[in-house]
């Protein structure tokens, strides 16, 4: 055996090595396996695909064995209707699946698999994507790993000369920090993937990395770390996917002292966040929740001055039908964001007013009304008065007043205001409106507080960028298609420095290669984006806000007469469609619904920033 844990033979008559096993110590059914014709064969239970012995090729089909079949039944593969990916069976030799992809010998979809599987059981999580270490693959293993602590921030943070770098987040935290410190110029780190790959626990691993090797003399290092239990718990929550799923954008720069005595030490930092989904905070999927924040304050010392009872008890929060979660200690989280409260400065009323307005928002989710004046009007109903009561104390306004909004609304016509009877469903929406209006600029707040903590003087910066990942749930809102779309921008960008750049240094050199087969999401973004030749979904949009008379019917029939025979597109008259729906194809093959229910224009024209 070799120092890497390869296996080979040796002969010791005639002093032979080799890598494949001599004929003599092979068992019967491996001599009468031929080796030599192999295939990738499609795994369609877990997905990926398994390597497989060709027994016998016919015209129209062929039969082949898995290799760890272990007495398992032959399977018949057709030559028509997909693509058959040869295997030379060396190339899955734990020796030739190296920690960085472009060294495999041939880079074709079933090996990349195989030697992302294999490394993966190994609990090596992490893979290079090529030779200049700046793309790092990693796989969520959904468990704790030793590979955090600071033995190995020590070892990445003064890597060898004479060793290449192990593929780890902290090897790209630490190029970043060498690069920025060496040109003193900006530099961005970016993290993307679908949900639950674990983009928030490498970007708290890359903070973490920058904290303890750049060091602050005014210990903000620190209040930087201390930030992530509090934007977790208000801008987290629980999907079908990932229990710890951010439901916003975070932009963070971590700057540093360009020069004087703490050069390269951490100054201060920016968060910018965007695109908080705020549909969350009064509908959760089925299983899923809404902010942890929420939860946590149900099950805290907090729960009795806020009039909190168990989670089951508020409209927002029983109606997915999961209040809790095994892996999520609300208890043990709410505790930490308190400490991280304390620790960011936060006085003791600041904390109160950001308790008093979620404790404000579960309140308005138990109001309901009643219908008046033959169904055209409605009226806070006698049950709810003491949550409206409840909801006006907290939200320290009014009882009177609030009821009163709720139930009608005013336009202005010619600078004349005037007021207009709420029905029972538009005073539920009205709820549901004034509930995600205080919660996002209840978030908002806490960012620009969270700034003003961590803030400091603005130097050359790291950015970070954890982003929510790609989801297609049941129902996706109009927040999830530009979710969605940020994370098409975002493989386009991927596209454009793996592969597109790339080959236009061969060009560019005259060198010879093969141009790797990618899948090319620009129609997509063309569909939803696009000035020319035709309008895109959301360009449609902005110009059906911007009309009078503009409705969902109206947006849905522009949208399919420019682009139904658009391949990424399909019209909402498909099988599970409600007929206000589209299909939008994206970039990994599978297909997403957006669907744009009654009242999502006019929601857009309130909105336009949403």
Not at 73 to 101: C, E
Not at 158 to 176: C, D, E, G, V, Y
Not at 363 to 371: D, I, T
Not at 468 to 490: A, D, V, W, Y
Request: glycine share 8%; with cysteine.
């Amino acid at each position: 055996m070799t120092v890497d844990g390869g296996d080979y033979y040796h002969n010791i008559v005639t002093d032979e090595v080799s890598w494949e096993k001599p004929v003599e110590l092979q068992t019967a059914e491996e001599r009468q396996t031929d080796t030599s014709d192999c295939i990738w064969l499609e795994e369609k239970s877990e997905g990926g695909w398994v390597p497989a012995y060709v027994l016998k090729r016919g015209s129209n089909s062929l039969k082949a064995r898995p290799v760890d079949s272990k007495g398992g039944k032959d399977v018949d593969v057709p030559l028509k209707g997909g693509k058959l990916y040869p295997l030379t069976m060396s190339h899955i030799d734990k020796r030739f699946l190296p920690d960085d992809l472009v060294l495999l010998q041939s880079l074709d979809p079933p090996l990349v698999a195989y030697c992302l599987r294999h490394r993966f059981q190994e609990n090596k999580i992490y893979t290079w994507v090529g030779a200049d270490h700046t793309v790092l693959v990693s796989l969520n293993p959904f468990k704790r790993l030793p590979i955090y602590g600071p033995s190995q921030i020590a070892e990445f943070s003064a890597p060898s000369p004479n060793r290449l770098q192990a593929p780890h987040t902290f090897a790209i935290a630490n190029a970043a920090y060498r690069a920025m410190t060496g040109a003193k110029a900006d530099i961005s780190i970016l993290i993307s993937g679908e949900s639950g790959a674990g983009k928030t626990e490498a970007t708290k691993q890359c903070l973490n990395f920058l904290a303890d090797v750049a060091g602050s003399a005014s210990g903000v290092e620190q209040r930087i770390l201390q930030a992530n239990p509090i934007l977790e718990a208000f801008g987290n929550a629980k999907t079908l996917r990932n229990d710890n799923s951010s439901r916003f954008g975070r932009w963070m720069e971590v700057h540093f002292h360009a020069r004087g005595l703490h050069e390269n030490s951490i100054s201060g930092a920016f968060v910018e966040n965007y695109l908080l989904e705020k549909s969350r905070v009064v509908s959760a999927g089925k299983g899923e929740r809404s902010y942890h924040i929420f939860y946590q304050l149900c099950a805290s010392p907090w729960a009795a001055s806020l009039s909190l009872g168990d989670a089951n008890g508020y409209a927002y929060l029983a109606s997915s039908g999961c209040v809790s979660v095994p892996s999520i200690d609300d208890t043990g989280d709410f505790d930490e964001v308190v400490t991280a409260l304390s620790a960011m400065g936060f006085a003791q009323e600041d904390t109160q007013w950001l308790f008093f307005l979620c404790a404000a928002i579960l309140h308005l989710g138990n109001v309901k009304f009643s219908p008046t004046d033959g169904g055209e009007g409605s009226a806070v109903a006698q049950a709810a008065q003491s949550h409206v009561g409840l909801a006006a104390h907290y939200l320290q306004v009014d009882q009177a007043a609030l009821g009163a909004a709720l139930v009608e609304r005013q336009t202005v016509v010619r600078g004349e205001v005037q007021r207009m009877r709420n029905n029972v469903k538009a005073a539920d929406e009205a709820v549901e409106a004034l509930a995600k209006a205080v919660y996002s600029a209840m978030f908002d707040e806490l960012v620009k507080r969270i700034n003003a903590a961590v803030g400091g003087e603005r130097g050359v910066a790291i950015g970070v960028l954890d982003i929510f990942g790609f989801e297609i749930f049941e129902k996706n809102s109009f927040e999830q298609l530009c979710i969605n779309f940020t994370n098409e921008r975002l493989q386009q960008k991927f596209n454009s420095h793996t592969f597109t750049q790339e080959e236009s240094l061969y060009v560019a050199e005259g060198a010879p290669f093969d141009k790797v087969p990618f899948l090319d999401n620009t129609p997509v973004l063309e569909l939803l984006s696009a000035k020319k030749p035709q309008l895109g979904v959301l360009i449609l949009l902005d110009e059906e806000v911007r009309t009078p008379q503009g409705s969902d019917a109206k947006w849905l029939a522009k949208i399919s007469e420019r682009h139904g025979a658009n391949p990424v597109f399909g019209s909402g008259s498909g099988a599970g469609c409600n007929g206000f729906s589209f299909l939008i194809r994206h970039y990994a093959g599978t297909r997403w619904d957006a669907p744009r229910t009654p009242g999502a224009a006019p929601h857009a024209r309130a909105q336009p920033h949403s």
